[in-house]
């Protein structure tokens, strides 16, 4: 979006660095200069906290790597050394867990953002899928990173998911005594899931890389759904205008997690965690952390394993599908009185299936879970391809401009 | 050659082409090589293989119960089946199993059964004398297994499987 460089370098110094690495105009024309739509709304905030959560994860993690052991034996043990001993060990932990329950409620309003408004439509389908790859590698670390305490949760969790793999015809069981290292969940598994759990992150940051440069090569979406015409007069640059909101939002998100920290700490994790891992006793209700609800929901709501995998593993990766299921042309739903009713009822479905997932398997709310698994793959498979063809949409605005004076973008 | 025949038929390997080749593929062959011992390392290691066998003492078991002992890792249950245990496994007809076994198969002594106690479906311990069946009852995902382990109802695909295991004394036996 951006033309020639507007940086010149003051000092001496920034003039000998910029001509051998010019990495000060890189870093001024990306997060200064860089043009941001003037329509952004507060639902344009979540980048930055995404981008704060990841930081704050890494190093809570690597300090609390410190302290931890990746040993059957002593990994228990080591957690509740931190919890008891370490100094600032109990708020540290905290931040960590709660952080990664902070860090999935922000991606998962940010996902919803972009559906809402179109986010992923052309030019932006990279960006998306980029995205969609760092959904998945998110869900991996959080899972491995669920592990590690070796709680009766931790080793049931780790079981569960390594035997999915086993649903793989002919394969399935030499891939999950592959993952494992061994017949079962034991040392093996804890030791390469700790490596792994550190692992991942950076590779997270590298993919974010990635996202942000697709980001900055296409420019960011807004409210109308309109792309940009006039760079002089439709956007404002990122520094001070997106830093101070996005400091706003991110000053409002760590009110959330701070409570959530300091006053609730455990009110998101289960009970059971806080039970040595016994691979002689299943507890009686295995359930995920909240984040994985819905998924678990659609796994359990089909009475077939292999199909009951694949349907978990496709409700995640169909969202990669959507710029090409998706068959409107208008970006966002501001304009498409259809699709605005469907989307709340694909977020309240997303939402029941999370409930849904938290109960036992049986009677009413199995039912329940099938028939929202099947509207859950109806919306992508069917309505939003149908939705796009029969549609007609309000009238869209011919600039940003235009939008903000007609006064339908919302400025939330 | 001019360049009128080249377009015309292709042209002959060269002595070039062939080294070309040869070389992409050592070098192809070399680099998988390498690969193999990182991906390799993960499976089971020799102390994990070499725990592969357990010896279990039947005498100590009375009709009517069931023992868990641990074989690589998992539990083994071993149960000491009375017999209207045995009548009901074995008058059970294949036709409403959904992985159709016959109990005799599946045990060298009807009044001793011996499986692996993880479940099928994700790998759940199941709970005994539990179920519809006063076999075993999955509480993960809601599998129903009988009393030979063989899946009745639920999301599991298979029966619990019964591991290799030999009678090496009239009351004892070596799992694995």
């Given at each position: 979006?951006?033309?020639?460089?507007?940086?010149?370098?003051?000092?001496?110094?920034?003039?000998?660095?910029?001509?051998?690495?010019?990495?000060?105009?890189?870093?001024?024309?990306?997060?200064?200069?860089?043009?941001?739509?003037?329509?952004?709304?507060?639902?344009?905030?979540?980048?930055a906290?995404?981008s704060?959560?990841?930081?704050?994860?890494?190093v809570?993690?690597?300090?609390?790597?410190?302290?931890?052991?990746?040993?059957?034996?002593?990994?228990?043990?080591?957690?509740?050394?931190?919890?008891?001993?370490?100094?600032?060990?109990?708020?540290?932990?905290?931040?960590?867990?709660?952080?990664?329950?902070?860090?999935?409620?922000?991606?998962?309003?940010?996902?919803?953002?972009?559906?809402?408004?179109?986010?992923y439509?052309?030019?932006?389908?990279?960006?998306?899928?980029?995205?969609?790859?760092?959904?998945?590698?998110?869900?991996?670390?959080?899972?491995l990173?669920?592990?590690?305490?070796?709680?009766?949760?931790?080793?049931?969790?780790?079981?569960?998911?390594?035997?999915?793999?086993?649903?793989?015809?002919?394969?399935?069981?030499?891939?999950?005594?592959?993952?494992?290292?061994?017949y079962?969940?034991?040392?093996?598994?804890?030791?390469?899931?700790?490596?792994?759990?550190?692992?991942?992150?950076?590779?997270?940051?590298?993919?974010?890389?990635?996202?942000?440069?697709?980001?900055?090569?296409?420019?960011?979406?807004?409210?109308?759904?309109?792309?940009?015409?006039?760079?002089?007069?439709?956007?404002?640059?990122?520094t001070?205008?997106?830093?101070?909101?996005?400091?706003?939002?991110?000053?409002?998100?760590?009110?959330?997690?701070?409570?959530?920290?300091?006053?609730?700490p455990?009110?998101?994790?289960?009970?059971?965690?806080?039970?040595?891992?016994?691979?002689?006793?299943?507890?009686?209700?295995?359930?995920?952390?909240?984040?994985?609800?819905?998924?678990?929901?659609?796994?359990?709501?089909?009475?077939?394993?292999?199909?009951?995998?694949?349907?978990?593993?496709?409700?995640?990766?169909?969202?990669?599908?959507?710029?090409?299921?998706?068959?409107?042309?208008?970006?966002?739903?501001?304009?498409?009185?259809?699709?605005?009713?469907?989307?709340w009822?694909?977020?309240?479905?997303?939402?029941?299936?999370?409930?849904?997932?938290?109960?036992?398997?049986?009677?009413?709310?199995?039912?329940?879970?099938?028939?929202?698994?099947?509207y859950?793959?109806?919306?992508?498979?069917?309505?939003?391809?149908?939705?796009?063809?029969?549609?007609?949409?309000?009238?869209?605005?011919?600039?940003?401009?235009?939008?903000?004076?007609?006064?339908?973008?919302?400025?939330? | 050659?001019?360049?009128?025949?080249?377009?015309?038929?292709?042209?002959?390997?060269?002595?070039?082409?062939?080294?070309?080749?040869?070389?992409?593929?050592?070098?192809?062959?070399?680099?998988?090589?390498?690969?193999?011992?990182?991906?390799?390392?993960?499976?089971?290691?020799?102390?994990?293989?070499?725990?592969a066998?357990?010896?279990?003492?039947?005498?100590?078991?009375?009709?009517?119960?069931?023992?868990?002992?641990?074989?690589?890792?998992?539990?083994?249950?071993?149960?000491?089946?009375?017999?209207?245990?045995i009548?009901?496994?074995?008058?059970?007809?294949?036709?409403?199993?959904?992985?159709?076994?016959?109990?005799?198969?599946?045990?060298?002594?009807?009044?001793?059964?011996?499986?692996?106690?993880?479940?099928?479906?994700?790998?759940?311990?199941?709970?005994?004398?539990?179920?519809?069946?006063?076999?075993?009852?999955?509480?993960?995902?809601?599998?129903?297994?009988?009393?030979?382990?063989?899946?009745?109802?639920?999301?599991?695909?298979?029966?619990?499987?019964?591991?290799?295991?030999?009678?090496?004394?009239e009351?004892?036996?070596?799992?694995?």
């Amino acid at each position: 979006m951006e033309g020639h460089s507007q940086y010149t370098p003051k000092s001496g110094f920034a003039r000998w660095l910029e001509r051998r690495l010019p990495i000060l105009s890189f870093m001024h024309d990306s997060f200064v200069s860089y043009p941001t739509p003037k329509n952004l709304n507060y639902m344009w905030v979540f980048g930055a906290i995404l981008s704060f959560m990841l930081v704050a994860q890494i190093v809570t993690g690597v300090v609390l790597a410190m302290h931890y052991t990746p040993e059957t034996t002593l990994a228990f043990d080591s957690v509740e050394k931190i919890m008891r001993d370490v100094n600032w060990g109990t708020i540290l932990r905290y931040a960590h867990a709660n952080g990664a329950s902070m860090f999935f409620l922000a991606v998962y309003l940010h996902i919803f953002r972009g559906m809402y408004y179109g986010s992923y439509k052309d030019p932006r389908e990279v960006l998306w899928i980029l995205g969609v790859v760092i959904f998945m590698l998110m869900m991996a670390t959080g899972f491995l990173g669920y592990v590690l305490p070796w709680g009766q949760m931790s080793f049931w969790a780790a079981t569960v998911i390594t035997n999915l793999f086993s649903a793989i015809p002919v394969v399935g069981t030499a891939i999950t005594t592959w993952l494992l290292g061994g017949y079962s969940v034991d040392n093996p598994t804890l030791n390469r899931f700790y490596a792994l759990h550190y692992l991942v992150p950076f590779i997270i940051v590298a993919i974010v890389a990635l996202h942000v440069w697709a980001l900055h090569v296409t420019g960011q979406n807004n409210p109308s759904g309109v792309e940009v015409k006039d760079v002089k007069k439709e956007t404002v640059p990122f520094t001070p205008y997106a830093t101070m909101k996005d400091a706003v939002g991110i000053a409002a998100f760590l009110v959330v997690y701070a409570w959530l920290t300091f006053f609730v700490p455990n009110y998101l994790g289960h009970p059971d965690n806080y039970i040595e891992a016994n691979p002689l006793v299943t507890p009686p209700h295995i359930v995920p952390e909240w984040y994985f609800l819905p998924f678990y929901a659609i796994l359990r709501a089909i009475p077939n394993k292999l199909l009951g995998v694949t349907a978990l593993f496709a409700s995640i990766l169909i969202t990669a599908a959507l710029p090409w299921l998706d068959t409107s042309k208008v970006k966002s739903a501001v304009y498409r009185p259809l699709f605005r009713k469907e989307f709340w009822i694909f977020v309240a479905v997303c939402i029941g299936l999370g409930y849904l997932g938290a109960q036992p398997a049986e009677g009413a709310y199995l039912w329940f879970a099938r028939v929202l698994s099947a509207y859950y793959f109806l919306h992508f498979l069917v309505i939003l391809p149908v939705i796009g063809k029969v549609e007609k949409p309000e009238p869209v605005p011919e600039s940003i401009d235009a939008s903000i004076l007609r006064g339908e973008t919302s400025h939330v | 050659m001019t360049s009128k025949d080249t377009a015309a038929k292709p042209a002959e390997p060269s002595r070039r082409d062939i080294l070309y080749i040869a070389t992409g593929a050592a070098a192809a062959g070399a680099a998988a090589g390498m690969v193999w011992p990182l991906i390799a390392q993960m499976n089971p290691d020799a102390s994990i293989l070499a725990l592969a066998s357990t010896e279990v003492d039947l005498s100590s078991v009375p009709e009517g119960q069931i023992v868990t002992v641990k074989w690589r890792g998992k539990p083994v249950f071993v149960r000491h089946r009375t017999p209207a245990e045995i009548k009901a496994a074995e008058d059970t007809p294949l036709s409403v199993l959904p992985d159709p076994e016959a109990d005799s198969k599946r045990v060298q002594k009807p009044e001793w059964l011996v499986i692996i106690g993880v479940c099928t479906h994700l790998g759940c311990i199941p709970t005994g004398k539990e179920g519809e069946y006063n076999g075993w009852f999955c509480p993960c995902h809601g599998s129903v297994y009988d009393l030979s382990g063989r899946i009745r109802s639920g999301p599991a695909p298979t029966n619990l499987e019964v591991p290799p295991y030999a009678f090496i004394a009239e009351s004892k036996i070596k799992i694995g």
